[in-house]
């Protein structure tokens, strides 16, 4: 159940003022919007696999391929932060935003010098922004879109105290000058992070803007035209690659901004990264399927592979008539069949 907020509660982030702003952003939309670029990137989606009755939704005609549960972004909220707050954010947004679409629109040109890692991975780096800001201002956002799982699904994505360290980061952090952020040495003890991003050139490049709902460590974030990973254990998850989609050599300690010489962004192949975003299309669709079809076996005491099955069949009558909506196919057939 989502809570209702009001300027009587407290800000989320430094927890001692009242939250009287609104219209906060849980992923900023600067990071999101594009100055240049063929496609139209203002296309965003966040997912809630948890609610089936969601009818919005973004993919192929198949389910089983790529057809999700997704949402418009929500990425807004009033009375979560404090005036002061959202004003420091704002502050290290603005270093931020503008470098990081025009890093997009030079990949896309070819315009970017391109360097690899002892192992072979690419990347691009760069001293401004600083290295501390662009860490902070992702802390930040990662931190915003747990938050927003947590206030709008009830959903601790990483874990309380963990949210909790990164929260009390960003309070400290963002309340020195730019100055001291630079020359702060304190980062290098904070949480590692990669950031990484694609050459968007191609036409599968969707982007979203959520938490991998498949938790792994390190536990990915979709941030629009860019990924990143943030280790918030000692210990790589197995699975990490078949969770995320993201090879596994890409967890390379060279390309962890706390430790680089200067700011430094990963590249994915739009291979790659294309299938890290089927990747999380078909985990959502699966537990949409799942869900829908636990829903009818409860309603219809039907056995659950029989209730699949239905789903499908009377689904897929459906198609002729909503040929791009098979979500729409399964609700209307869920509606039938627990008539
Ligand atoms: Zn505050």
Known sequence: MRKIRTPEHICLLCKNNKANKKGSHYTPAGIIKRVIGERNYEEL??????????????????????????????????????????????????????????????????????NRTKQGKKFFSFKHPNKNVLTLYFFSIIWRQCLQQKEEFNTIFISEKFQEDLREIIDKEISKSIKEIENSTDFATYPSL?????????????????????????ELFFIGPYDALIFHSQHSSLGFESKTGIPASMIDSDLIINFSQESIIGILSESAWTKVNNQLVKYVSN?????????????????????????????????????????????????SLSK
Do not use: W
């Open 194 to 218: 990669i950031i990484l991003t694609t050459y968007h050139k191609g036409d599968n490049s969707k982007n979203f803007i959520n938490p991998n709902p498949s938790p792994t460590s390190p």
């Open 45 to 114: 989606y966040t997912i809630n696999p948890h609610n089936i009755t969601t009818t919005k939704y973004y993919g192929r005609s198949n389910l089983l391929n790529t057809n999700p549960t997704i949402k418009k972004p929500e990425h807004v909220d009033d009375y979560i932060f404090c005036t002061s707050c959202e004003k420091k954010l704002g502050i290290i947004e603005s270093e931020c935003n503008n470098p990081l679409v025009r890093f997009t629109d030079q990949l896309i040109q070819g315009n970017l010098i391109i």
């Open 287 to 335: 537990k949409f399927l799942h869900n829908i079809t636990v829903k009818l076996s409860v309603a219809t005491r039907m056995p659950y592979s029989y209730s699949r099955q239905k789903l499908h069949t009377v689904a897929h009558q459906f198609l002729a008539q909503y040929p791009d909506d098979y979500i729409r196919c399964l609700h209307l057939a869920f509606s």
